[in-house]
């Protein structure tokens, strides 16, 4: 559900192309206190130009850009005039699309690098000039093509970061979403509030007071059926109802057997004692044991 009342010029869309670290990259843009949203790799540009966002950040993936089939985004988007900061693959998917050379590395790179800074401004201010950093990747830029400067490398990675020399787009071959890139948060922070310009007037309270107002307005008068498998997203999502709707909400929480031990009483304690919820709790244990018996793919299992 699109937060549309919060201010637009906050926001930043995060394009998910598979990495492991794209819902990380959300809470690192949310802890410098600036709105974001996770879309999908492939939205068209002129969805994006309609949410007008002040960034955006193209998240790292598991593909080669080079392959057929690899996941790529609307070429336009790098025609919108909008900041854009590539991260892992999303770097090398930037620098393809404007120019660039990307092929296989010598060897694949995976854990912490020194990385020597060229260019202190940018993503860079306040960085110091040489910094430990995370890298995670198959694949490398070999040449950033004319149009891009080089900002930074590594002993294996001679363009680790990378800005358009005539566009406001960026790359960072490593991951600066991730703790082990000490000064990771800094370089975020200078792409947020220095090349998109945000100001961090977002806070989660914000957000969740937000919510409840966008759901009491879209249930109206509707009873709202919410299932509950003990899990976070469940539990938030029930709990961010009931502070909206409150009465009107029945949650059915399903005890397939398999949560942890004591957790399915805690569910039934924290909705029903705690927020005096409309629950009603399903025993499926014995059906769902029955059907797992023997089955020792963990697919299989999911089905």
């Not at 914000?206 to 249930?219: G, K, Y």
């Not at 502070?243 to 039934?268: K, M, S, Y």
């Not at 927020?275 to 018996?293: C, K, M, P, S, T």
């Amino acid at each position: 559900m699109m937060a549309t009342a919060l201010p637009e010029s906050e926001r930043v869309l995060i394009f998910d192309f598979g990495a492991q670290y794209v819902q990380l990259i959300a809470r690192r843009v949310r802890e410098q206190n600036v709105f974001c949203q996770i879309v999908r790799h492939d939205l068209p540009a002129a969805r994006v130009a309609e949410l007008k966002p002040r960034g955006l950040i193209l998240s790292g993936g598991p593909a080669s850009v080079y392959e057929r089939g690899a996941p790529k985004c609307d070429p336009a988007l790098f025609d919108l005039g909008v900041p854009v900061l590539g991260i892992c693959y999303g770097m090398q998917l930037a620098c393809q699309a404007l120019g660039g050379e990307v092929k296989p590395g010598s060897s694949r790179e995976f854990g912490r690098a020194l990385c020597r800074i060229h260019d202190a401004n940018n993503l860079f201010t306040g960085v110091p000039p040489e910094t430990v950093v995370w890298m995670s990747h198959g694949d490398q830029v070999k040449s950033a093509g004319q149009d891009f400067v080089s900002l930074a490398a590594t002993d294996t990675c001679p363009v680790a970061a990378v800005k358009h020399r005539t566009r406001p787009v960026y790359g960072l071959q490593f991951h600066p979403e991730v703790s082990h890139t000490p000064h990771g948060s800094l370089m975020l922070r200078n792409f947020l509030y220095d090349a998109c310009g945000c100001q961090g007037l977002w806070q989660m309270q914000s957000f969740i007071e937000q919510t409840v107002i966008n759901l009491r307005q879209r249930i109206g008068n509707h009873r709202v059926i919410c299932g509950l498998s003990g899990g976070v997203d469940s539990s938030v999502t029930a709990t961010i109802l009931l502070r909206a709707v409150g009465a009107q909400v029945a949650c059915i929480f399903v005890d397939n057997g398999l949560l942890r031990q004591g957790e399915a009483e805690a569910v039934r304690r924290t909705f029903r004692d705690h927020f005096h919820a409309d629950l009603h709790v399903v025993d499926a244990r014995e059906r769902f044991l029955q059907a797992l018996a023997g089955v020792s793919d963990p697919q299989e299992k999911r089905r």
